[in-house]
């Protein structure tokens, strides 16, 4: 079965860090692409960053450019999203998904279940 | 990175057929044929339904299609289920090789 399962939320305090960590299942993780995405409570997705394949290129929305790191560890089938300076606008659950090309489709499947990270003193 | 424009609602009685749109600009919706479309139930993950405009995954029901048309797609559900009712959100990458993207704002379908 073809999944991926988030870990690391949490509440944490403004202007400190987490760690979220993303480990698939079911499928190659280092032929594909990766993406973080976020939802505030309420609200619509929001996409964070993605990763290639093999780690080397990383892009990131502007909301987190700066704060936010995207990585992979290929050998131990992780993706990672290290957040830093974290402030209430983060807030959110943050879903991991596989960027499906490799697979044929161009698109966000699967999802994970979501990890909530929540910001507040 | 401003997000794709979708309505905020949409509505429909059993049986019948809605479609949502999404619009974007030549940078992003206009440029390729690689939108997306998620359905989303509350408390749930995403589901892709709808990939590469208007091919559906293995699993996907045929009352789920996608078009577009210049620089706005859509997606059409045809005879309304109550399960249905969700919400659904377009993406489309605004550079393709770098595959950084933006969501629409999400449309809240409810099936009266």
């Known amino acids: 079965q073809v999944q991926v399962v988030e870990s690391g939320g949490g509440v944490v305090q403004p202007g400190r860090s987490l760690r979220l960590s993303c480990e698939p299942s079911?499928?190659?993780?280092?032929?594909?692409?990766m993406h973080w995405v976020r939802q505030a409570p309420g609200k619509g997705l929001e996409w964070v960053a993605v990763?290639?394949?093999?780690?080397?290129?990383?892009y990131y929305a502007d909301s987190v450019k700066g704060r936010f790191t995207i990585a992979r560890d290929n050998s131990k089938n992780t993706l990672y999203l290290q957040m830093i300076s974290l402030g209430p606008e983060d807030t959110a659950v943050y879903y991991c998904a596989r960027d499906a090309a490799a697979a044929g489709m161009r698109g966000f499947d699967p999802w994970g279940q979501g990890t909530l990270v929540t910001v507040s003193s | 990175q401003s997000a794709l424009t979708q309505p905020a609602s949409v509505s429909g009685s059993p049986g019948q057929s809605i479609t949502i749109s999404c619009t974007g600009t030549s940078s992003d919706v206009g440029s390729d044929n690689y939108v997306s479309w998620y359905q989303q139930h509350p408390g749930k993950a995403p589901k892709l339904i709808i990939y590469?405009?208007?091919n559906r995954p293995s699993g996907v029901s045929n009352r789920f299609s996608g078009s577009k048309s210049g620089n706005t797609a859509s997606l059409t559900i045809s005879g309304l289920q109550a399960e249905d009712e969700a919400d659904y959100y377009c993406f489309s990458y605004t550079d393709t090789s770098t595959l950084e993207g933006v969501f629409g704002g999400g449309t809240k379908l409810t099936v009266l």
């Open positions: 990763i290639s394949y093999h780690g080397s290129n990383k």
């Open positions: 590469d405009v208007s």
């Open positions: 079911g499928f190659t993780f280092r032929n594909y692409a």
